[in-house]
């Protein structure tokens, strides 16, 4: 057991390690060095032995970095964390530490002299312990300790500071990172920021900061600041890290987020109809895209090709569908840009082999995308990546398009019914990450199987209740109205499973919308900002006599 001692001066300001002690100085000899390893538990517990699993790694709050100590005492035990640290004979070391929440004690046994702690009785705020020992002749290893009291409740420790001469242990840096500069506000949404700064040698996390408060945590030199308000104006500053603590704030940077209402894009109606058109001859009626019903707002060329350089993509015209020349085509897309449409380019499908998963390749996706965008006229792309989303990059792949294409981009998604069961699944982490500039998700509600809706029951395919339960997730985690579509095939033909007929179709937009046409699901209220449906795909509506989009456009653009 820890004795208590009496409360000792408390320091507020950070300790300085000096670059050379007045020692050091006049002999020559080596710098202070903090002799701590892992002091700002970046890697966890490695290093500290916690008593009784009463310790743990946390992410909030923090002092510097990334991670702190948290420590939770019993009503028989203290909760102490300790670490041996290799120390020099006969020498002087300043021991510190920042803790807050309940009763905190920092000390060294095992000095060879006077063993040292001091405390404070608890603080709502980060605040320093600091003390010095010095070591006995035949010293060369001390224990130092953290520890709460006796009942009380959790305690928080960070940046645990033993500077002096280095006792062949290995360090942790001795010196807290200098202030990062270059801070610069990149692209801005409606609901989010781009930071970036220059990076800093010896940190190894930054600290964001929005008005004062913390709002992010990363170990990069940049990073997207969301959940922001539209038309507002921020302030942001940044730290640099490390063991040995965390530097001043940057001086500050000034961005303004931008206009509300999600991303429409192009000429998108507030309800419409999306269809897509088959760059390839499957048995489906060929189409040119001017055959194309008029009833279709947005027609997704299907597909964008792969090539060699993971994340680039590229569009080959296929000659199986009629062109004469790639100007003809481009033409054809010019004609429904002054008809009111939109037409933007599918990437993936079944047998797409497109993979964003790393920065480059992100950029690659980017740059290639909006290449073509500006070579064929496509108002923006379709992500329907059917063998795995990777939401990070896909998410930085798609802000860079948006910073390139602006306002006008038209993004949508066609994700698999089980890519949208949960908002932890990669696709619906992406839309949600996306989602100021996102048009419209429209599922696939088909080649699906039975699936879960949002009220926990399962649901077959190929019926209304199928295709409301589960837009009804969507809806309910965190999609806007707007961004929500209902997707399914033309025609029989078209899909190997789950073909429902037109008129179930416009059931279940009048029981989202309206809260008619209901089966036995009925969502608690109605969505009539929903944006409307979808099909695979024109070749096959108009295979069938164009019954699907006569039957369904109508519906769709009728909507409240």
């Not at 001066?9 to 002999?27: E, G, N, Y």
């Not at 705020?125 to 224990?143: E, I, Y």
């Not at 089980?418 to 429209?442: C, E, H, P, R």
């Not at 809706?453 to 209304?464: E, L, M, R």
Request: proline share 4%.
């Amino acid at each position: 057991m820890i004795a208590v001692g009496a409360a000792s001066a408390l320091a507020v300001t950070a300790l300085a390690a000096p670059a050379q002690s007045a020692d050091a100085k006049a002999t020559n000899v080596q710098a202070d060095v903090n002799v701590a390893k892992n002091a700002g538990f970046e890697s966890d517990l490695s290093n500290w032995t916690c008593a009784a699993g009463s310790g743990a790694a946390v992410t909030s709050p923090v002092h510097g970095g990334t991670k702190a100590l948290k420590a939770t005492p019993s009503g028989q035990g203290t909760a102490e964390c300790s670490q041996v640290v290799k120390v020099k004979p006969n020498s002087t070391y300043k021991l510190s530490s920042w803790v807050q929440g309940s009763y905190a004690y920092l000390g060294a046994r095992g000095t060879g002299t006077t063993d040292v702690s001091t405390w404070t009785p608890g603080t709502s705020d980060w605040q320093q312990l600091s003390t010095s020992f010095t070591t006995g002749a035949n010293t060369t290893s001390v224990t130092v300790y953290t520890h709460g009291w006796y009942g009380q409740s959790a305690y928080y420790v960070d940046d645990v500071n033993v500077f002096g001469p280095d006792g062949g242990g290995g360090t942790d840096p001795v010196e807290i990172p200098a202030v990062p500069s270059g801070l610069a506000a990149g692209t801005t949404t409606s609901t989010s920021v781009d930071l970036s700064w220059t990076p800093v040698s010896t940190a190894t996390a930054y600290t964001v900061y929005r008005d004062g408060t913390k709002v992010a945590s990363t170990s990069g030199a940049s990073t997207t600041v969301t959940g922001l308000t539209p038309e507002t104006t921020y302030s942001f500053q940044v730290s640099a890290s490390n063991a040995a603590g965390e530097s001043a704030k940057s001086t500050a940077v000034s961005a303004r987020t931008g206009k509300g209402g999600g991303g429409d894009g192009g000429t998108v109606p507030k309800h419409a109809l999306t269809g897509y058109w088959q760059n390839f001859n499957n048995g489906a009626t060929v189409q040119k895209l001017r055959d194309v019903s008029s009833q279709y707002d947005i027609i997704a060329v299907s597909f964008a090709d792969a090539t060699t350089t993971p994340g680039q993509i590229t569009f080959n015209l296929d000659p199986a569908v009629g062109y004469s020349s790639t100007a003809d085509f481009k033409a054809d897309i010019a004609a429904k840009h002054a008809a009111g449409k939109s037409v933007i380019l599918s990437v993936g499908g079944e047998k797409g082999t497109i993979s964003v998963n790393s920065d480059a390749s992100a950029t690659a996706f980017a740059n290639s995308a909006y290449a073509l965008m500006q070579e064929y006229g496509f108002d923006g792309v379709d992500i329907d990546l059917e063998n795995g989303l990777n939401p990070t990059y896909m998410t930085k792949a798609l802000r860079q398009l948006a910073a390139k294409a602006g306002s006008k981009l038209v993004l949508t998604m066609a994700p698999q019914t089980i890519d949208m069961q949960s908002t932890s699944g990669g696709y619906f982490q992406t839309a949600l990450n996306v989602k100021d500039i996102l048009t419209v998700v429209n599922m696939q509600y088909y080649n699906s199987g039975s699936m879960l809706g949002c009220d926990g029951k399962v649901y077959s395919q190929g019926s209304v209740d199928f295709l409301t339960a589960l837009a009804c997730i969507q809806l309910e985690g965190g999609l806007d109205p707007s961004q929500v579509g209902i997707g399914v095939p033309a025609s029989t033909r078209g899909a190997g499973s789950g073909y429902v007929a037109p008129s179930v179709v416009n059931n279940a937009l009048d029981c989202l919308t309206r809260g008619t046409g209901c089966g036995s699901f009925k969502p608690s209220k109605t969505y009539p900002g929903l944006r409307g449906a979808m099909t695979w795909s024109t070749n096959w509506d108009a295979t069938a006599g164009h019954a699907w989009s006569n039957a369904v456009g109508p519906k769709v653009h009728s909507l409240p």
